[in-house]
């Protein structure tokens, strides 16, 4: 294309492009990538029109709108350049700052541009004069930083002069922070949607937008803003409901202790037990483990807790098979005075019912110089079951107890203090 047109032609082109009814036409790249300078120019140029000089009776989103909903790689390039914008002026027109900030607010942000965009979220929410920007800078806030934005919205609230004020303030919040039913600000990234500030956010958006005062409607109606309100409490508790772990649990059972209505003091209850049955569901099997078990009643270790339980079967196995087994070798092991040779007669027991779904180490040595008596390790388990073994007869409980204390938990668990991986330990006396 360069070499076909010259600069002034470019720039008449430039100029049609973004007066392409559906967006911009499929040649602007070609056009960029030949005269880039010469586009930003008319780019940034027609973004400052719309923000600055769009009236509210003849709204024009026509670029914001075509980047918005074009090529995600070509928009990055201008998100700089609106908050640039915005930050000279603020929009006049709700609607069309709703899409600037929609871009600004979309995909990965880097923490720099996260903190200008969070300084002039606050600046504007404070300065703000009507409720309807104020909540619209705090929504940005909470997009960026959801504990930020959550102290924000308290001190507001707290600062009201009624109830009623306050009421009607988090009605306005809720149904702002949605969309007709889905999130504000598009694909934009929602920081309020971690389950640390849902805790914090909850219990206000409960005590204001109550359940026991819903809207009930018979046939056909149109959603008011009360409507809407409780719809994003809905959504809300929905993401809480699909967020595993523990803090899920909490945030729900918090709910159900702060809430005075006794029918959502039980559904919180209830909701908090049903996603704690959810987080304690194993996970599900694979069809190559299921034909392993239908014929050995077992299957392949995959995860440190696999191993673990199997670990446990093999040493209930080899325990009654000692105490009970008609080839015992307990008399053996009885007379034995050294942990060495016990240890020597489990490990070769373990290594001989693995089935190859185990490998035994004895004796290993750890970074750190100590060694573990016996440890079982799987190929697809990134971690090991380190067991030990006590010769009880030869140890007061004293003993006992200190080499519990100081061996597993000092030496062979504090793991557990330095990583989120926890390796199970068994110990084993005989």
């Not at 973004?47 to 670029?63: A, M, Q, Y």
């Not at 003091?265 to 049903?274: C, F, N, P, S």
């Amino acid at each position: 294309m360069g070499k076909k047109i010259t600069i002034d032609e470019a720039k008449i082109a430039a100029h049609y492009f973004v007066c392409e009814l559906n967006g911009f036409p499929a040649w602007y790249k070609k056009l960029y990538s030949e005269f880039p300078d010469l586009v930003d120019v008319v780019i940034k140029d027609e973004l400052r029109w719309e923000l600055h000089e769009s009236p509210d009776g003849k709204t024009s989103t026509h670029s914001l709108s075509a980047l918005r909903y074009g090529d995600k790689e070509f928009n990055k390039r201008y998100k700089n350049t609106l908050l640039d914008i915005l930050l000279e002026q603020e929009s006049a027109n709700d609607f069309v700052l709703d899409h600037a900030l929609s871009l600004i607010l979309e995909g990965h942000l880097d923490a720099a541009f996260k903190k200008k965009v969070a300084e002039l979220a606050c600046e504007r929410f404070e300065a703000a004069a009507d409720r309807k920007r104020k909540l619209t800078w705090l929504i940005v806030l909470l997009c960026i930083d959801g504990n930020r934005g959550c102290e924000l919205l308290k001190e507001w609230i707290k600062g009201l002069p009624s109830i009623e004020e306050q009421k009607k303030t988090m009605i306005n919040f809720c149904a702002a922070l949605t969309d007709h039913r889905n999130p504000r600000f598009g694909l934009a990234v929602r920081d309020f949607e971690r389950i640390e500030v849902l805790g914090k956010l909850m219990p206000i958006i409960y005590q204001f937008v109550k359940v026991e005062e819903d809207a009930m409607h018979e046939g056909v109606y149109s959603p008011a803003i009360r409507d809407d309100a409780q719809q994003t409490r809905s959504y809300l508790l929905n993401v809480i409901l699909d967020t595993p772990g523990r803090s899920s649990y909490d945030v729900l059972m918090n709910l159900s202790n702060t809430i005075s209505y006794s029918y959502s003091k039980d559904r919180m209850d209830y909701l908090a037990k049903e996603r704690a049955a959810l987080d304690a569901e194993f996970e599900p099997w694979a069809g190559t483990a299921v034909a392993e078990f239908a014929i050995s009643a077992e299957k392949q270790p995959r995860s440190e807790a696999d191993l673990y339980e199997l670990a446990l079967i093999r040493l209930d196995e080899l325990k009654l098979d000692i105490e009970d087994g008609d080839e015992s070798e307990a008399v053996l092991l009885r007379n034995s005075e050294k942990e060495t040779n016990v240890r020597i007669v489990f490990a070769n027991r373990l290594r001989k019912s693995s089935h190859s779904r185990y490998t035994v180490g004895s004796e290993e040595e750890l970074a750190d110089a100590t060694r573990t008596d016996i440890r079982l390790n799987a190929p697809q388990v990134s971690a090991s079951v380190p067991i030990e073994l006590k010769v009880a007869d030869r140890w007061t409980l004293a003993e006992l107890r200190e080499r519990m204390e100081n061996q597993l938990v000092g030496q062979y668990m504090r793991i557990r203090c330095l990583s989120s991986k926890l390796s199970p330990k068994l110990t084993f006396f005989i």
